[in-house]
Each structure stands twice: as structure tokens, then as C-alpha cells.
């Protein structure tokens, strides 16, 4: 077996690329995440700053000789101050007045040479820029103007590594565990999940094992809630059951056909061999040899049979149409069977409509399958009781033929059955000969016709089949 038609179960198959999918996507949203939390930070972290900025402007307005300089205490407001930034945060902090000059460096950090800070900055309209320190560090500068009297004396300029302003290393161990754990619970939910959809699909693998070697003592789970699952499960438990009802009718099948043409072949070499011995002579003899013809005719009917209904079932019917009136076709099949038929213990009751109403359909074909039915309705009565012929509007395209009789009935678990060909009801296979090809033979021939076959009611004193047919259509 080749590498590439190895198999793998259902659950790993689902599970390893639900993961796989899973991973990847959390991958997308780590980036994305990542992305969107630096972009906060910065923003949140600039907010404060311009805070920071906006509180040392506040305070630090004082006039002294004509100048502005510090309040009192203002540069231990500011060390206190800085930690409402961010404890790893270490702002460079510059007063300027409006000419640029430094009036205090409160940290004294000076990442700059010069002396006086470049006034392009500070005359700059944005209050937040992005600039690169002479050391090549990127960094932002916030700038918060000084006002006195409405008008601008100095600045406050804050300025910050952007990689203290994006660092977030609290937040990437917060995310990272958030998607691990995600990963995870996902993992473990479809494998649950998983594991219960596949072990029903399971068991009907192994089932059909069991099938495939004839073996049908197997059970299915019942309670299945997912539908998909269960039309299955349910589906392939149907299907088991009418394989070992077909399996058994298959052994049936074989002892009726074997009965049956056994039962003929040993009459006909005793009757034979009995003519050939002198056993019999004259009209004895001429009687045996007709009783044998009769019984070889049988045997050819049989086989005939046989042929005729498996060539039928692999290709079609073979049907010739031509439009009929109903009730001149039927009064005629009808009166034929009666004439064949002619018993006083059995009484058959014709009812036509009572307009001309056409068909199309083949007479031959038609006539096979009434006297069919009309057959095993006295096989059923054993030659006596009351027999019914009912032609009648079914619906507005269909003309419907019931065929009913007033005997047993037919056994509730055998009306699934006897449409399937050679099956014989228990009543019938002890005391009628037949391979069982009646119903299902003459439900083919009225499918071919456009129609159908169905068994409409059986119980105790009445049984009622009814055979559909298609009105012709001007």
C-alpha cells in the first residue's frame, strides 16, 4: 500500500485539522492583537504624557523679577508625577522658555549638544512629533505650552523612547496564554465532539463487517440527537434487516425450486418407468404418459417463469400500448377467468362505471395481471366464497382496480414481503405450487404501464388489491 492511500480515522482526521485551522487562525489574531495592543499602548501611553505635560504647565507658572521661573516644590511634584506614566518609563524632561532656551532639566538626562533647544520644534504645530535623538533612538516628543496672561512664556517637552511607549511585556504573557488556552479548549471540544460523531459511524463499519460475512447479531445505537447520524444509523439498520429477510428468502428459494421440480421429476420416472416395464398397458399406459406430459409442461412452465422474470428484472417489460375502453377490456379478462373458472362455490362480482372511460395500455400484459390477482384470491378462499372486481375513478388522471375477496387475509408481518419476489406466505407453501413470482412479476408489468401495484387493505374477511392506471390523455 502506498504512502499516500493510507487511511486515518475520522476522529484524527477531524481533530489534527481542526487544530491545524485553529492554529492558524489564532496565529492571525495573535498579529492582529499584537498590532492593535501596541497602537493602544502608544496612544494610552501619549494621553498620559500629554497629561504629565499639561500638569507641569499648570504649576509651574511663577513670576519673579520680571521672569518666569519654577514654583516651589514643583520639581518633586514632577519625580512623584512620572509614576503615573509607567514605572519602567523614564521621560526626559525639558523647560523651555519661548526662545528656546533651557530653564530646567529636572532629570538632568540631555540626549541632545546643544544649548538651546531648536525653536523649529517648538514652533512646529503638532504637539506630538516623531523624531530620531542624535543617538539614532527613535522617540516622541510632547510639547505643552506655558501660558501666563493668555500668553505663551515657555513650553514643557516630554520626550520618550517609542520602545518604552509600545513595550508591553504584561500584555504579550496575557495574550499568549489567552491563545494557548484557546487552542486548547478548542482542541479538546472537537475532539469530544468528534469522538461522539464518529463512534455511531463506527459502529456501522463495523456492522457492515458483520454483514459481510453473514453474520446479522449486531446492535446499533439508538438515541442518536444529530440527524445525519441517525438517517444513517437508521438507513443502514433497514438495510440489514432486508438483506436477512432477502438471505432467508434466498434459502426458501432454493428448497421451493428444488421441491418443486423434484416433485415432477420423480412422478414422471415412475410413471415412465412404469410404461417402459409393461407395468401398465393401453389406457393406463396412454393415462401415465399424459400425466407425465402434464408435469414435464409444469416443469417448463416453471423455468419459463424463472427466465422470463430475470430477464424482466435486469432490463423492462416488454409492453405494447394501444388505447382501450376499461370497461369493454376488463368485462372481457373478467369473463374469460369465469369460463376457465366455472365453480359454484365461488362467486365473482363484476362493477363497471358507468361511462366509457380509455386507457392506454397493453390488453395481454393487463389480462396477465388480473387473472393473477384474480388467482390468488381463490387460492385464498380455497375455492369458496365471494370475490369482488370494482373498476372505479381513483382520481382525476388514475383508474383504479380493486381485486377483492372475503378470505383470511393476509399475516401483518408478511404485507411488507409480498411484492419481493419468490417470497410465498407461510399459508401458501405447503399448499400451492409456485416460485412466488406473481405479485412481484405483475407490479413490474404495471410500473411498465405507467401505473402501480398496491396492496390497499388486508384483514380477517377482506383483502383489497388495487391496480392503478393512467387515463389516456387526448
Known amino acids: 500500500m502506498n504512502k ?105 538626562r540631555n540626549p541632545f549638544t546643544f544649548e538651546i533647544f531648536p525653536v523649529s520644534i517648538l514652533e512646529n504645530e503638532n504637539n506630538v512629533q516623531r523624531l530620531r535623538l542624535e543617538s539614532g533612538e527613535e522617540s516622541y516628543l510632547v510639547k505643552t505650552p506655558i501660558m501666563a496672561e493668555d500668553v505663551i512664556v515657555g513650553w514643557v517637552v516630554v520626550i520618550q523612547s517609542a520602545n518604552q511607549l509600545t513595550q508591553m511585556n504584561e500584555e504579550f504573557r496575557l495574550l499568549a496564554i489567552m491563545l494557548v488556552s484557546l487552542a486548547l479548549i478548542g482542541w479538546a471540544v472537537i475532539y469530544v465532539l468528534s469522538r461522539k460523531l464518529s463512534r455511531p459511524i463506527q459502529d456501522v463499519a463495523t456492522a457492515a463487517k458483520h454483514v459481510q460475512e453473514q453474520d446479522y447479531d449486531f446492535t446499533l445505537p439508538a438515541n442518536i440527537k444529530e440527524q445525519e447520524v441517525h438517517e444513517l444509523v437508521h438507513s443502514f439498520r433497514e438495510m440489514s434487516g432486508r438483506l436477512q429477510e432477502l438471505e432467508k428468502l434466498r434459502s426458501e428459494l432454493l428448497a421451493g425450486v428444488t421441491h418443486e421440480l423434484k416433485t415432477p421429476v420423480t412422478s414422471m420416472t415412475g410413471l415412465i418407468q412404469a410404461v417402459r416395464d409393461d407395468v401398465v398397458s393401453g389406457e393406463e399406459a396412454k393415462e401415465f404418459l399424459d400425466v407425465s406430459l402434464n408435469e414435464a409442461n409444469r416443469m417448463k412452465t416453471m423455468v419459463a417463469d424463472l427466465l422470463e422474470f430475470n430477464s424482466f428484472a435486469a432490463y423492462s417489460v416488454p409492453i405494447s400500448k394501444e388505447e382501450h375502453d376499461i370497461n369493454t377490456l376488463l368485462k372481457e379478462i373478467i369473463h374469460q377467468w369465469e369460463v376457465a373458472n366455472d365453480e359454484e362455490t365461488l362467486q365473482l362480482s363484476l362493477h363497471l362505471l ?121
Open 4 to 108: 499516500s492511500d493510507k487511511k486515518i480515522s475520522l476522529l484524527r482526521y477531524w481533530t489534527t485539522r481542526y487544530l491545524m485551522t485553529l492554529v492558524i487562525g489564532l496565529i492571525v489574531v495573535g498579529i492582529v492583537s499584537v498590532f492593535w495592543l501596541r497602537q493602544t499602548n502608544l496612544e494610552h501611553r501619549l494621553d498620559m504624557t500629554k497629561y504629565l505635560g499639561q500638569e507641569i504647565a499648570d504649576r509651574f507658572v511663577e513670576e519673579q523679577s520680571g521672569e518666569t521661573v519654577p514654583q516651589e516644590g514643583i520639581f518633586d511634584y514632577i519625580q512623584q508625577r512620572q509614576n503615573i506614566l509607567d514605572t519602567e518609563l523614564d521621560p526626559i524632561i525639558y523647560i523651555v522658555d519661548r526662545n528656546g532656551r533651557i530653564l530646567s532639566n529636572p532629570f538632568e
Open 354 to 474: 358507468e361511462e366509457a372511460v380509455y386507457v392506454s395500455v397493453d390488453s395481454l400484459r393487463l389480462q396477465q395481471i388480473i387473472v393473477n390477482l384474480l388467482n390468488n384470491a381463490k387460492q385464498a378462499l380455497k375455492g369458496e366464497g365471494n370475490m369482488d372486481a370494482v373498476l372505479y375513478h381513483k382520481d382525476p388522471s388514475t383508474i383504479g382496480i380493486d381485486i377483492i375477496d372475503n378470505g383470511p387475509g393476509i399475516a401483518e408481518e408478511e404485507k411488507h414481503l409480498i411484492f419481493e419476489r419468490f417470497f410465498r406466505g407461510e399459508n401458501k407453501k405447503y399448499d400451492t405450487h409456485g416460485l412466488g413470482l406473481g405479485l412481484p412479476f405483475s407490479k413490474m408489468i404495471a410500473r411498465s404501464m405507467e401505473g402501480d401495484l398496491v396492496l390497499t387493505e388486508s384483514a380477517p374477511g377482506r383483502t383489497v388489491f388495487t391496480l392503478e392506471l393512467p387515463k389516456h390523455q387526448e
